[in-house]
């Protein structure tokens, strides 16, 4: 069979500006986690919250980004990306200033845990899976761009924040900060264009990406096989791949990535914590969050460049899965270290350690899903945040419980990275005595082979 003309991502032009749309999207929220501590403690210290408190808040935000995240791939199909950027920055305006008001910890719960974390859920992904539908052979250099560029406003949001907190009241700060999340993610939202108006033509032989479905090809099959297609909650469920459920390989990928995500989502704020705990002046706490921002930039770019990287592919079969096992054992490594830093200079050193490793498990954390399961890229990411979901409800209280038990953070660090490592050996002893045959083909290799 000769070369046929084939529609593509574009792996470029206009795929760009998907990267600055994330970017918009994503970067004042983002800054939140490793500012979490430093912009919300005045509020807990006004309210007399406990250390299991304060993490059940973050927990609580990292369940439901992760619970509300399997709805995202559905609702980009039946509506647009765009519709969901719209809805997730709403989302994260309202839980802001429901934060600004609270009075307790059960309002910062809902605000904050509940409210605001549904918004970075259905933002987190939805820039996941644009990316991925404009971008192909480029995809770790997008990601890494799209994700190194949020650490440029990480530079100076910490100094910011420390000015606003210095001049203003804890209210007036957080309905300042939704301001600005409001302005950038609706214009990140506009510029939200559907992959499928942006195509290119290849005449190659190779297949079709699946993953590239146009809307209406989508809506048609929902219609034909749903039997409930006008009701919209029975369209998202019937567009949800629920026998991955059902395959024990998905389900070891999904347990140890979650596992390893969630001590990454708990370990951010811990750098702050730990820099108090350690007597750091709050110049010194805020320098050290500009410092990891810092080396954000390079890090992600760097590992996104990693990623692409042939020779790579041509070493191990899923290259991406390589990266992500081999951040999360170093990033173990880093928090034992991190859990024995005395001055701020140790702390600093530890903290560009943690940032490469960082980037590591953040960049291909979803491409795990992509490379082992290419034709359910949408359903698999999806479906595995509900075990995110999971260990964060209770990694995070957890994490709390032992550093209040002990009196000393030591003890959540060392839990968070024995659960790492744990995790990443289980994976390779299951991946070295699974057959080779049986292991899904990646997307990259699946365009290479034609019978």
């Known amino acids: 069979?000769?070369?046929?003309?084939?529609?593509?991502?574009?792996?470029?032009?206009?795929?760009?500006?998907?990267?600055?749309?994330?970017?918009?999207?994503?970067?004042?929220?983002?800054?939140?986690?490793?500012?979490?501590?430093?912009?919300?403690?005045?509020?807990?210290?006004?309210?007399?919250?406990?250390?299991?408190?304060?993490?059940?808040?973050?927990?609580?935000?990292?369940v439901f980004w992760n619970l509300v995240s399997i709805f995202v791939g559905p609702l980009g199909e039946l509506q647009s990306e765009r519709f969901v950027a719209v809805c997730a920055t709403g989302l994260q305006v309202v839980g802001l200033i429901i934060c600004a008001f609270s009075t307790s910890i059960i309002h910062l719960v809902f605000g904050f845990g509940v409210v605001w974390g549904c918004g970075m859920g259905l933002s987190n992904t939805n820039n996941i899976i644009i990316l991925n539908k404009y971008?192909?052979?480029?995809?770790?250099?997008?990601?890494?761009?799209?994700?190194?560029?949020?650490?440029?406003?990480?530079?100076?949001?910490?100094?910011?924040?420390?000015?606003?907190?210095?001049?203003?009241?804890?209210?007036?700060?957080?309905?300042?900060?939704?301001?600005?999340?409001?302005?950038?993610?609706?214009?990140?939202?506009?510029?939200?264009?559907?992959?499928?108006?942006?195509?290119?033509?290849?005449?190659?032989?190779?297949?079709?990406?699946?993953?590239?479905?146009?809307?209406?090809?989508?809506?048609?099959?929902?219609?034909?096989?749903?039997?409930?297609?006008?009701?919209?909650?029975?369209?998202?469920?019937?567009?949800?791949?629920?026998?991955?459920?059902?395959?024990?390989?998905?389900?070891?990928?999904?347990?140890?990535?979650?596992?390893?995500?969630?001590?990454?989502?708990?370990?951010?704020?811990?750098?702050?914590?730990?820099?108090?705990?350690?007597?750091?002046?709050?110049?010194?706490?805020?320098?050290?969050?500009?410092?990891?921002?810092?080396?954000?930039?390079?890090?992600?770019?760097?590992?996104?460049f990693v990623g692409d990287l042939s020779c790579l592919a041509k070493v191990f079969k899923h290259p991406k899965k390589f990266l992500f096992t081999l951040s999360s054992i170093c990033l173990a490594g880093t928090m034992t270290a991190m859990a024995f830093t005395q001055t701020f200079i140790q702390m600093i050193f530890v903290v560009c350690l943690t940032s490469i490793c960082n980037a590591g498990i953040m960049l291909n954390s979803s491409q795990v899903y992509r490379e082992c399961f290419p034709d359910q890229f949408s359903s698999a990411l999806g479906l595995a945040s509900f075990f995110r979901a999971l260990f964060a409800l209770t990694m995070g209280p957890l994490a709390g419980f032992l550093k209040g038990y002990f009196h000393d953070f030591r003890a959540s660090l060392f839990f968070l990275a024995t659960s790492s490592f744990l995790c990443m050996i289980v994976w390779i002893l299951v991946d070295f005595c699974r057959p080779k045959k049986d292991k899904p083909r990646s997307d990259t290799e699946s365009a290479k082979v034609k019978d």
């Open 1 to 62: 069979m000769g070369p046929a003309k084939t529609m593509a991502p574009p792996d470029g032009g206009y795929g760009w500006v998907i990267v600055l749309a994330t970017f918009l999207q994503f970067a004042l929220g983002s800054q939140l986690m490793p500012l979490f501590a430093v912009l919300f403690g005045p509020k807990f210290e006004e309210i007399g919250a406990s250390s299991t408190e304060i993490y059940s808040v973050y927990s609580t935000f990292i």
């Open 135 to 304: 971008f192909k052979s480029k995809v770790g250099l997008a990601l890494g761009l799209a994700i190194s560029s949020v650490s440029i406003i990480g530079l100076v949001q910490p100094q910011v924040v420390k000015i606003l907190l210095e001049n203003f009241i804890f209210e007036y700060v957080l309905i300042i900060y939704a301001g600005m999340t409001l302005i950038s993610g609706l214009v990140g939202a506009l510029l939200m264009h559907p992959v499928t108006r942006h195509l290119v033509t290849i005449k190659e032989e190779i297949e079709e990406d699946p993953f590239l479905m146009i809307r209406e090809e989508v809506k048609e099959k929902t219609k034909k096989e749903s039997s409930c297609s006008n009701w919209a909650v029975c369209q998202i469920f019937s567009l949800i791949e629920w026998s991955l459920l059902k395959d024990p390989y998905f389900l070891i990928i999904a347990v140890a990535n979650a596992i390893c995500f969630t001590v990454l989502l708990v370990q951010l704020p811990q750098i702050s914590i730990i820099a108090k705990d350690l007597n750091f002046s709050l110049d010194q706490r805020a320098n050290l969050i500009s410092i990891l921002s810092a080396v954000d930039i390079i890090s992600r770019i760097g590992q996104g």
